[in-house]
């Protein structure tokens, strides 16, 4: 493909097949298909191919099976032969060019028959150098289409046609071989420069895919090593991972230790230390150490050949603005060259002079680019989602960017976001009659069962033997359980609390740690100290966030004056304590009906109902399952401070995709009324139109320095 009406007709295409939605992106060359059950691919790929385009399944989502190149490979690859191949039609077509014009434009070089020289030097630049124009154009005429292709065919074999006319029929009128071949040169330039940037555009997605171990050396039953391919490793297999390899599957560490570099999973430069029973992920790197890892994802089901797939897929997105210009390229080119046949007729008749006539007329069709316009917003997201992924930071598409852009309220739930998330009982105040380790005891007993960070941090504070039975959570509240005959009650509720516990809840709260209330058998018998300190960058998250023009708005479910004690490092920001998982998005739509348009930050599980009622869902997390698929922004790496960066780089993305469709639009529709009123010489058209196309990648390529 060559332009967006390519990209329209490869969708309109598809969209004949009943039932099927699809999406073509012309940087990456690829179309993602929504496609009913029983619909064979088959019937997809006969589509493309009536278009007059070839296709092939690299993932078949339906069966659950990769049909062809993982995601991100091949197409770089592609892009590399695509500019080798040009480069001797570049070579051969520049270096006949050149005495070309310099006969053309010099007048003491117009020797006797230096149209002829002229017209030999110029055919195979415009009749090779060209073909891969002419081929493409008759391919799409063929199909009854039109693309940027057919306009520059129709401009290079006009120009030469009418020059060789005018030779044959000795009448000395002016000629255009200089036009032709110099054009020819120019487009054959700039789509090798094109294609050269393109696979710059998409490095970033190729590294994350190619992350991937090639091969592993598997331990079988009796713990011998054999090197195998990395496709026949199976869930529950053993391997081995020395120093300097890459780690081939999801698993778990059950022999050695070592420093694992995860830069590529979540752009975390320091090496993580794993040691038995520590989780480690593909594509990460053992250093420092052996390890023997026990698999329990493989293949397309690892965490960074998903992460792979969601940056492939927000890729194939489009904004508001790219289905406009897509709507718009769908007749451009049949628009374009009904314009220079107006051009040429209008000139005849105004000038008399047919020969007159032709230059604007060919200026009209080298000019028009409708390829810029169909750059505009993938090549933007296919650097910007790729930079995005190198920094830990998933972004499903552009409807989040776009809502991004719109983001003036920023919300934080507090634990494990703003906070470390390691919690600890840091004391234990108890009733008389009743010892710490009693009431330690029961509660980490009825805790045992809690995946809430508080009531891993309460279980983990004792070692208990005690029989469990009857354990229920109830969100936001605590957890009950029935320890060793005995009703257990662990919860954050203060009602009714002797005068020696409800002085320590309150001197607890007043220190920033979280109060928790035992009780047994209906009798509060201690109050649990639970702290969990500031993240190192919290206040420069919450400063930064301001920064942008986003107010930040703390939520939690702890006591209010244990989050606003919690909170007093950040500077000014609204706390609001006391809140239940259905009360943050309560307060999240009472945001949004003042005006608001908000974000929430949280970590993908239990704020799921927040991150949903959201404008923008900000999963932060360790690049957990969760968190990955969470949010419409997730962030791999446990650091607030990449909220900013995430709103930021969003923001900049957008700006970079509004600043290649205003080009693109803007550069046609000053370019086509200059060509047609013959102000624009069809050699510096050629250039302009080639140039086009080369700034919307590079303007896009600049996100690569964020």
């Not at 002419?134 to 063929?142: E, G």
């Not at 420093?259 to 090496?271: K, L, N, Q, Y």
């Not at 943050?584 to 974000?599: D, F, P, Y």
């Not at 900013?644 to 900049?652: H, P, Q, T, Y």
Request: proline letters at 5%.
């Amino acid at each position: 493909m060559t332009c967006a009406s390519c990209v329209a007709r490869v969708e309109k295409r598809l969209g004949r097949v009943d039932g099927v939605t699809a999406t073509v992106n012309l940087a990456t060359e690829r179309a993602s298909a929504l496609v009913p059950a029983g619909v064979d691919p088959a019937v997809l790929i006969a589509e493309v191919e009536k278009a007059g385009y070839g296709a092939r399944v690299l993932r078949d989502d339906a069966r659950g099976t990769p049909d062809g190149a993982a995601p991100g490979r091949g197409t770089g690859a592609a892009e590399g032969r695509d500019a080798r191949r040009l480069v001797p039609r570049v070579i051969v077509s520049a270096a006949l060019s050149v005495p070309i014009v310099l006969i053309a434009m010099v007048e003491p070089l117009h020797f006797p028959g230096w149209e002829w020289v002229s017209l030999v030097l110029a055919a195979p630049v415009v009749l090779w150098g060209g073909w891969p124009f002419h081929r493409s154009a008759a391919v799409n005429l063929r199909h009854g289409a039109t693309t940027m292709d057919t306009l520059v065919s129709l401009g290079t074999l006009a120009a030469f046609a009418w020059s060789l006319a005018v030779l044959l029929r000795g009448a000395g009128g002016h000629v255009y071989f200089e036009v032709a071949a110099v054009v020819t040169t120019f487009l054959l330039l700039g789509r090798f420069a094109e294609a050269r940037s393109r696979r710059r555009a998409g490095q970033a997605l190729r590294d994350l895919a190619q992350a991937a171990a090639r091969e592993v050396s598997l331990l079988d039953a009796s713990g011998a090593e054999r090197r195998l391919p990395v496709a026949l490793l199976s869930a529950g297999d053993r391997f081995v991972v020395r120093p300097g390899e890459r780690i081939a599957a999801d698993g778990r560490v059950i022999e050695g230790s070592a420093a694992v570099d995860a830069s590529a999973m979540t752009g975390e430069s320091v090496p993580i230390e794993v040691a038995p029973g520590d989780e480690v992920s593909a594509g990460t790197i053992a250093a420092g150490g052996m390890l023997v890892v026990l698999a329990d994802r493989v293949g397309a089901d690892t965490r960074v050949a998903r992460m792979a797939a969601l940056v492939e897929q927000a890729q194939l997105g489009k904004t508001r603005a790219q289905r406009s210009a897509d709507r718009v390229s769908a007749v451009f080119v049949p628009i374009v060259i009904g314009l220079a046949v107006a051009t040429f007729v209008t000139w005849w008749l105004v000038t008399g002079d047919a020969a007159a006539a032709v230059s604007p007329a060919v200026a009209v069709l080298i000019v028009a680019c409708p390829c810029a316009l169909g750059l505009a917003t993938p090549t933007a997201l296919l650097v910007g989602t790729g930079r995005a992924a190198q920094r830990g930071i998933l972004i499903s598409g552009p409807e989040a960017l776009e809502r991004a852009g719109r983001i003036d309220t920023v919300v934080f739930d507090k634990t494990g976001t703003l906070t470390a998330g390691r919690m600890t009982v840091a004391r234990c105040v108890v009733v008389p009659g009743v010892t710490e380790e009693e009431a330690l005891r029961l509660a980490a007993a009825a805790e045992r069962g809690s995946e809430h960070p508080l009531g891993r941090a309460i279980a983990e504070a004792a070692p208990s033997d005690a029989v469990v039975a009857g354990f229920r959570a109830v969100a936001g509240f605590g957890v009950a359980a029935v320890v060793d005959g005995r009703d257990v009650v662990v919860a954050r509720a203060d009602d009714g609390l002797p005068e020696l516990l409800a002085g320590a809840v309150d001197g607890i709260r007043g220190e920033g740690a979280t109060a928790v209330v035992v009780s047994a058998d209906g009798e509060p018998i201690a109050v649990l100290a639970v702290s969990d300190p500031l993240r190192p960058d919290a206040a420069d998250a919450v400063r930064r966030v301001r920064a942008l023009g986003a107010e930040p708005v703390v939520l939690s479910g702890d006591h209010e004056a244990t989050v606003r004690a919690t909170v007093a490092g950040l500077g000014d920001v609204r706390a609001v304590g006391g809140v239940t998982p259905e009360g943050k998005a309560a307060e999240i739509v009472r945001l949004q009906a003042s005006g608001r348009t908000v974000a929430m930050v949280g970590d993908g599980v239990n704020d799921a109902a927040a991150l949903a009622t959201a404008d923008l869902g900000i999963a932060m997390g360790t690049g957990s399952d969760v968190a990955i698929e969470a949010g419409d922004l997730t962030l791999l790496r446990p650091e607030p401070g990449l909220v900013a960066d995430a709103l930021r780089l969003s923001r900049r993305m957008l700006a970079v995709i509004r600043g290649n469709l205003f080009w693109a639009f803007a550069y046609n529709v000053a370019a086509l009324p200059i060509a047609a009123l013959g102000l624009l010489d069809p050699m510096i058209a050629g250039a302009a139109m080639a140039f086009s196309s080369v700034f919307v990648v590079l303007n896009s390529l600049r996100l690569r320095r964020f």
